[in-house]
Nanobody, 123 residues
Framework: VQLQAFGGGLVQPGGSLKLSCAAS????????MAWFRQAPGKVREFVAA????????LYGDSVKGRFTISRDNAKKMVYLQMNTLKPEDTAVYYC?????????????????WGQGTLVTVSS
């Protein structure tokens, strides 16, 4: 499955940004989906995940209450709404796909990845 993430850019602290991920598969509902991020010199970090039909979501501790993951299986899209952005949210954001039962938070359990989109939070 090919994934393409887009929507990144430069935003001021406290601002909002919405990322999108387009999937090439016909049956996006067969997969759990997630967003990860990686800042320079740091390991890839789990951000958020959503189950196949959107009934369950998981968030990393650093984004809880600020970010919201959602999906539209008919449009084959996954979204990440990011609010109250902080400079430490600056990173390349990746969408990823998982084909198991439970939603994992470890990046090595995801089988397909998008190319990443850069989010920079700075004044």
């Amino acid at each position: 499955v090919q994934l393409q993430a887009f929507g990144g850019g430069l935003v001021q602290p406290g601002g909002s940004l919405k990322l999108s991920c387009a999937a090439s598969t016909r049956t996006l509902s067969a997969y759990n989906m997630a967003w990860f991020r990686q800042a320079p010199g740091k390991v890839r970090e789990f951000v958020a995940a959503v189950s196949r039909i959107g009934s369950q979501t998981l968030y990393g501790d650093s984004v809880k209450g600020r970010f919201t993951i959602s999906r539209d299986n008919a449009k084959k899209m996954v979204y990440l709404q990011m609010n109250t952005l902080k400079p430490e949210d600056t990173a390349v954001y990746y969408c990823a796909l998982h084909n198991g039962l439970r939603i994992p938070t470890a990046p090595e359990q995801y089988i397909d990845w998008g190319q990443g989109t850069l989010v920079t939070v700075s004044s």
